[in-house]
């Protein structure tokens, strides 16, 4: 009999979610560890859900004219250092290559922690006239920062997978609706496939990308109670364009600066889901982001189950499905082992079931049980897997909404601090009093929600509030 691994999650959730959340990326075989702190291996399980985002992501933004493509990890410092608030924004973070092989290189060569200035370098020798705008360019890469904060596997890393779109246009205003246009779309990858709410909202200025003019952002609360970002869209102005010389001829045959932009979600959002919806028994995975969306499992190892079994995984054509026919493991162990795994449905098919020509059909998230008739069972999965994609995201979003404490005065803010939650008041947005509250409370400011109207004070230093702001602890 082959040795079997340690069975299951040794800790609740409730109780230590740092060593929960270990225990599940690993035993759940989405990630590996490495001899370099913050670099992981993504394994298969946590690959195939980043495969199912790319698919979703590259069909809405093919809609829209944006074209994949690549460009080198790799970057010149005299091209990292042309924008100079962009530059001071990311040099802790930057990682060097000094040599090639023993040999000291002419010119220091900086690994990508965002592509903006290798990319803008080309995109200069590409605009001419306004016919050749808007362009629209996305890249799927790794990216590596050398932050110094402990690193969670996923949600903060040395080394990242992202997708990053940086566009061009003749106009502010095409532009600026780009920013929103691509905010909603990462909500959409969020709410629809990861089946976990977010929050809309503008950066303070204190916040934003450094060298946009502005950064939208979606933001979750985790069950921690700290508040994580997620995805960005910044608008950037002319501000790269000037530093690297893009200029076109407009219909008014006057040479102008375009408007660009720059977006990007990370496999972050891998870490997110995990942290949202996992259980005391594991994962637990949406149906539309599952590399297994149904496990079949026979009651017993005999031929008749594991054909009967292999017959219904042919009435489940257009879901992913596995059959477990593997002999020595109890129907119990392929239970907790798939249930880890946060396979949404799993079948189990017995002797009596068979009799009766059904299967129980159960359900990850809620452990529901339902016994079906086997004419039926593709259309009763459907069923379950839509429910349950739905019910998910409805949770999460009543989890979220019950982290948010909106507060008044200062004294609620502390409290609601405490409790570990985040607080939504009205703010001046001044840079000074956002330092000062970040370094009392040690908090952020994570975005200015949509459609919010302020009122009254700013709770911290009496001024008129000029909008309102979500504020708590974050990854």
């Keep these: ?27 759940a075989e989405l990630a590996e560890y490495t001899d370099v702190s913050g670099c992981m291996v993504i394994r298969p399980r946590a690959y195939s859900v980043w495969e199912k ?26 091209l990292l250092t042309k924008e100079k608030e962009h530059v001071e924004g990311f040099s802790p973070e930057v990682a060097w290559v000094t040599h090639g092989g023993s040999s000291k290189l002419a010119e220091r060569l900086a690994i990508r922690p965002t592509s ?6 080309s995109y200069k020798k590409w605009i001419r006239s306004h016919t050749d705008l808007p362009l629209k360019i996305n890249q799927w890469c790794n990216i590596i920062r050398w932050e110094f ?41 969020m709410e629809e496939l990861f089946a976990v709410p977010v929050m809309k909202g503008k950066k303070t200025d204190s916040e934003k990308f450094a060298g946009a003019d502005f950064t939208a952002s979606i933001e979750t609360v985790l069950p921690t109670g700290k508040a994580i970002q997620v995805a960005t869209s910044h608008m950037l102005g002319q501000n790269f364009s000037k530093a690297f010389g893009i200029s076109f001829i407009d219909k008014d045959e006057k040479k ?34 599952a590399p297994v969306q149904i496990v079949i499992v026979p009651i017993r190892a005999s031929e008749e189950l594991v054909a009967a079994a292999s017959d219904i995984r042919k009435d489940l054509h257009g879901f992913d499905v ?37 299967c129980v059909l159960v359900r990850r998230d809620t452990s529901e049980k339902k016994s079906v008739k086997l004419v039926h069972v593709r259309d009763e999965a459907r069923l379950m897997l839509d429910s349950m994609q739905r019910d998910m995201l409805a949770k999460a979003r009543i989890a979220m909404e019950g982290m948010i404490a909106e507060v008044r005065d200062e ?30 409370y040690s908090v952020k400011t994570l975005n200015i929600p949509l459609k919010s109207h302020a009122s009254g004070k700013c709770m911290f230093c ?9 504020i708590g602890k974050s990854y």
């Design 1 to 27: 009999m082959e040795e079997k691994k340690t069975m299951g999650i040794t800790v609740k959730k409730a109780d230590d979610i740092s060593e929960w959340y270990t225990q599940v990326i690993q035993k």
């Design 53 to 78: 985002v790319q698919d979703y992501f590259n069909g809405r933004i093919k809609k829209i004219g944006v074209q994949n493509a690549y460009f080198p990890l790799l970057i010149p410092e005299h």
């Design 116 to 121: 903006e200035t290798i990319m803008y370098d």
């Design 149 to 189: 904060k402990h690193p969670v596997p996923f949600l903060r890393g040395r080394e990242f997978l992202w997708q990053e779109g940086h566009t061009v246009f003749a106009s502010a205003e095409e532009a600026e609706k780009e920013v929103w246009d691509i905010i909603d779309i990462y909500a959409d990858v």
């Design 256 to 289: 102008k600066h375009p408007f660009q932009n720059s977006w990007g979600i990370s496999t972050r959002s891998l870490g997110i889901m995990v942290m949202m919806h996992g259980d005391d028994k594991g994962l637990v995975l949406p149906p539309k982001v």
């Design 322 to 358: 596995v059959v477990d026919d593997r002999k020595n493991y109890t129907p119990g162990f392929k239970f907790n082992d798939w249930e880890l795994k946060g396979v949404p449905l799993r079948i189990e098919v017995g002797p009596k079931d068979m009799e009766a020509k059904s």
């Design 411 to 440: 004294g609620a803010f502390k409290e609601a601090i405490n409790d570990k939650k985040v607080g939504r008041l009205p703010f001046c947005n001044t840079a000074a009093c956002e330092e000062e509250v970040s370094a009392k």
């Design 462 to 470: 009496g001024k008129d509030a000029k909008v309102m702001i979500c």
